[in-house]
Each structure stands twice: as structure tokens, then as C-alpha cells.
């Protein structure tokens, strides 16, 4: 049996139980994902998973590049914000002198165009989770 690891992820933007269930169910479909757990209080998922061949290195450097060309400055700022510092919506918001609405906004249209480049690239969400669980 394949070793299996778990990562902690961000996510953002959740409202209810059933943003809660369907990212549960999205993150399951991945493949090489076993469990995900999320926490609608913490915007938060533990997720189980055996890790692949990529090499950290060279995804980190793929994911950086594709940042920082698909990105405006703001969406990096606010992934930055929320998904690396960990910090509250509503403090990030105010951070970046916007309110909450305007900030889900701006994510989404972040995580389009990374999702668009993504595939592009032939970038994986496993290969994502990989490279992070390496770091």
C-alpha cells in the first residue's frame, strides 16, 4: 500500500454545510486523494493523499512563474494574505482597503485565470498538493 500523506490547505470563500460537502467531494476526485476533511469555521482542509513524482523544485517554479505572470499585483497580494499568512477575510479585506464582496471577487477571477493557466501548463491539482507536501 502507498505511503499516504496529509496536507492542510485554505480554502476561502465558503458560506455553508453544502460549500462545505461539495469541497469535500471536488477534493475526492482527485486523483490519489483518499480523505478531505474541511472546517467551515477554520476555512481550512486536511487532506490525505499519496504523494507523486514531482519535483518540488521544478513545481514551485513552474507555480511562481505562472503566478506571476497570470496575476495582478492585488490577487497576489490578497493569496498571499489569506492563503500563506493565514489571515481572516474580513482583516484582509481591510488590509487591502476593500471590503469582503470586492475580495471573493477578486479571488475568483484569480483562481479562473490560474485554473485557465493551469491546464495550460498541464499542471495537475495533484501535482500541486505534491509539491506542497514536499516544501
Given at each position: 500500500?502507498?505511503?499516504t ?5 485554505p480554502?476561502?470563500?465558503m458560506?455553508?454545510?453544502?460549500c462545505?460537502s461539495?469541497v ?10 483518499h480523505r478531505a ?5 477554520t ?7 499519496d504523494p ?12 511562481r512563474?505562472i503566478?506571476d505572470?497570470?496575476l495582478?499585483?492585488k490577487q497576489r ?6 492563503g500563506?499568512?493565514?489571515?481572516p477575510?474580513?482583516?484582509a479585506a ?12 477578486l479571488?475568483h477571477?484569480a ?6 493557466r493551469?491546464a495550460l501548463?498541464d499542471?495537475?491539482p495533484q501535482?500541486l498538493?505534491t509539491?506542497?507536501?514536499?516544501k
Amino acid at each position: 500500500m502507498p505511503e499516504t500523506k496529509q496536507f492542510n490547505l485554505p480554502i476561502v470563500g465558503m458560506t455553508c454545510a453544502n460549500c462545505v460537502s461539495t469541497v469535500e467531494r471536488n477534493l475526492t476526485k482527485v486523483p490519489g486523494v483518499h480523505r478531505a476533511q474541511v472546517n467551515l469555521s477554520t476555512e481550512r482542509a486536511a487532506v490525505d493523499f499519496d504523494p507523486g513524482q514531482a519535483s518540488l523544485a521544478d513545481m514551485l517554479a513552474r507555480v511562481r512563474r505562472i503566478l506571476d505572470e497570470e496575476l495582478t499585483q492585488k490577487q497576489r497580494e490578497a493569496l498571499v494574505l489569506l492563503g500563506l499568512q493565514d489571515m481572516p477575510m474580513e482583516e484582509a479585506a481591510k488590509r487591502m482597503k476593500t471590503n469582503r464582496n470586492a475580495l471573493y471577487k477578486l479571488l475568483h477571477d484569480a483562481r479562473l485565470r490560474l485554473k485557465r493557466r493551469m491546464a495550460l501548463e498541464d499542471i495537475t491539482p495533484q501535482d500541486l498538493l505534491t509539491a506542497f507536501e514536499q516544501k
